[in-house]
């Protein structure tokens, strides 16, 4: 009996994943150059963690695309279902990358509660601003094919983490320039850890 997934639907599908996963890789690529550049012309500590938290998640984009890419492969005698296992692989890896900013995120907010930083509130704002703006345009473009594909749903959750960081980081931003509460930007990266670790153990399961 012959596998459906095999036919031009699911090539065709595959092919479709792939170019929102390229589109996607190229946003978060270019919000990361952004904030690096950012964070060397303020020296804002935040940003520079948050450009961390980009990287990390322009990694796990970088390997759901490879996936995708290897996908498109026919099966063989030795792989009979071609390579469509690479999907859940890549899923999982994005998922232990997740995991692993988040507990990066936590360490991180609850040294800042214990030594505060100077933050650079402006360069905060604008670069939070920034950050989600290119992270909508990413979640527009993953949104329409997250249900078919375990590795477009992993993709997705990781745009919205780097959606919800951005807003946390606008947020700490405005409350340091109203406010001059620097432990504001400590807890915003708390808040990220708390956003990222469920939804790192969801896919993980």
Do not use: C, K
């Not at 964070?39 to 948050?50: F, I, K, N, R």
């Amino acid at each position: 009996m012959t596998d459906s997934t095999h036919g031009p639907g699911h090539q065709h599908g595959a092919g479709s994943s792939r170019s929102r996963l390229a589109i996607a890789f190229g946003i978060t690529a270019s919000i990361l150059v952004a904030e690096v550049i950012g964070a060397w012309l303020t020296g804002s500590l935040a940003l520079l963690v948050d450009a961390g938290h980009m990287l990390t998640d322009a990694g796990g984009l970088l390997v759901a695309l490879i996936a995708a890419n290897l996908m498109l492969r026919p099966a063989t005698d030795r792989r009979t279902w071609g390579l469509l296992r690479t999907e859940v692989l890549a899923a999982g890896a994005q998922a232990t990358v997740l995991l692993a900013v988040g507990i990066y995120a936590l360490i991180e907010g609850l040294r800042r509660l214990a030594e505060p930083a100077e933050v650079d509130a402006d360069g905060l704002l604008v670069f939070g601003i920034i950050g989600l703006a290119g992270n909508l345009i990413a979640l527009a473009v993953l949104a329409g094919g997250r249900d078919g594909s375990l590795n477009l749903r992993a993709a997705f959750l990781e745009v919205v983490n780097d959606a919800l960081g951005s807003v946390a980081v606008i947020v700490s931003a405005v409350v340091v320039a109203t406010t001059g509460w620097t432990r504001a930007d400590a807890l915003a990266g708390m808040v990220i850890a708390a956003l990222i670790l469920p939804r790192a153990f969801v896919i993980l399961r």
